[in-house]
């Protein structure tokens, strides 16, 4: 073998070893499982594999001994035959990926798949008839005359891809668009050299270099994603926190003590307690990473309650059937249910109603039922003011992040609310995340 050949065995099998590695980092790596990583572990392996086997047939080739034969012939069959495989792998990719920002058409892709079906059948009949290449008597691979329409193909299916890629610009940012531009500029420009240019593995090359600018896109457009949903944590923190200590609220329990001072001055005293509790319990949800105790959750819910019944008296009534509570919730799950069947149930009633707080075990977990009285609403009609929506969109959010928990709402106009929230056991999927789906609906 000549010195180019042992050089583009080196190159190849390095090519090779890297985009396993990179596959291997993909798949353990802790991402998402979704369509785009399993697109894009197929185009890492499969780039493998094409590299392995162009390496493959450059050290069988010239040798005559039966494996090296049959060597020649499988590794130059796959070599052909799974480039059309990458490029419709890679057109699905830019698709499902273009396809995040904006509705992109598959009439792309389906021309590249009916293109890769026929060249890789041109490809088989080329094993009978020396259509695109030929391998001599002493075992070595030679192009032939319609070589070049192998690689029609190939270009065709490029310039689909930089279609789309011009034609979506718009939806994607400039970092985004170079790194998919490096796949279709740098093979083009190697095809093109190796169309003239015989005995240097330019093309592979070029595509495993492609591979890797786009992986490290990933790489980085991971990171900054994942800032991104720490910064969205930490603002759905305060905006919890915010909801929670209202203004109206804070003046209304301060008002409340204020009116106690002077008529019932334990009662008072009582009332301190309950109100900084009760704050204490916000601001430690802005640093509570991880599910705490229900008791605990339970506890900041009382001190809740306590205050809005020294303020209306009779008209708020609770009442707690907890036969368990040997079970961790997210911060802030169980208050703002209550809080809202308190201020836009029970309280929009003359004669006010009762909050009715159960716990019950279940097969997949824990369930919390939040049951009032009050007004109800119909869950079709949504409020344009939006009142109440963030809160329950915050414990729905927790539930689902931090536990694998679901939450259902249920209401009827003139006879109260249900709320379920579903918190399943460590380990296990929550069996009640499908609740509230097609009848899902927040409280007003």
């Not at 052909?80 to 892709?109: C, E, K, N």
């Not at 079709?380 to 709402?409: F, P, S, T, W, Y």
Request: aromatic letters at 10%.
């Amino acid at each position: 073998m000549s010195v180019v050949g042992y050089i583009n065995v080196s190159l190849e099998l390095w090519g090779c070893v890297l985009s396993f590695i990179v596959a291997v980092c993909l798949s353990v790596g802790g991402r998402p499982r979704g369509a785009l990583n399993r697109l894009f572990l197929r185009l890492l392996v499969c780039n493998a594999v094409i590299l392995l086997s162009d390496a493959a047939a450059w050290l069988f080739k010239g040798r005559l001994d039966p494996v090296s034969w049959w060597g020649v012939r499988i590794s130059n069959f796959l070599v052909f035959a799974l480039g059309y495989v990458l490029l419709a792998i890679f057109t699905h990719y830019l698709t499902v990926y273009l396809g995040q920002h904006t509705r992109v058409s598959p009439v792309p892709l389906r021309l590249i798949r009916g293109m890769a079906v026929v060249s890789m059948a041109l490809v088989v009949v080329s094993q009978f008839c020396d259509l695109f290449y030929r391998i001599d008597d002493q075992n070595v691979y030679h192009r032939q005359e319609w070589f070049w329409l192998s690689q029609v193909g190939g270009i065709f299916g490029m310039c689909v891809n930089a279609g789309l890629l011009i034609r979506y610009r718009e939806a994607i940012e400039r970092q985004e668009s170079a790194a998919l531009w490096s796949y279709i500029l740098l093979p083009v420009l190697a095809m093109c050299v190796q169309i003239f240019v015989y005995g240097v593995a330019l093309l592979n090359l070029a595509v495993t270099i492609s591979i890797l600018v786009i992986f490290l896109f990933l790489q980085v457009e991971q990171a900054r994603r994942t800032k991104e949903r720490e910064l969205e944590l930490t603002q759905m923190r305060i905006s919890v926190m915010l909801s929670q200590i209202q203004p109206h609220f804070l003046y209304n329990a301060l008002t409340t003590i204020k009116g106690l001072c002077a008529t019932d001055p334990p009662q008072a005293e009582k009332a301190v307690d309950s109100f900084s509790l009760f704050l204490r319990g916000n601001m430690n949800s802005l640093t509570a990473r991880r599910p705490i105790p229900f008791s605990q959750e339970l506890t900041h819910c009382r001190n809740y309650l306590e205050l809005e019944q020294l303020r209306f008296g009779e008209r708020v009534k609770a009442v707690y059937d907890l036969p368990v509570t040997d079970f961790s919730v997210p911060t802030l799950t169980l208050q703002p249910i209550v809080e809202n069947a308190v201020r836009h149930g029970i309280t929009k009633r003359r004669e006010g109603g009762t909050v009715r707080i159960t716990t019950e075990e279940t097969e997949g977990g824990w369930r919390i039922t939040v049951e009032d009285d009050g007004v109800g609403f119909d869950p079709q009609v949504k409020r344009e003011d939006g009142c109440g929506h963030a809160g329950i969109e915050n414990v729905r959010m927790r539930l689902e992040n931090q536990c694998g928990g679901g939450l259902d709402v249920e209401s009827v106009p003139g006879r109260g609310t249900t709320v379920k929230i579903d918190i399943p056991r460590e380990g296990k999927p929550c069996e009640h995340d499908r609740v509230g789906r097609g009848r899902r609906a927040h409280r007003p």
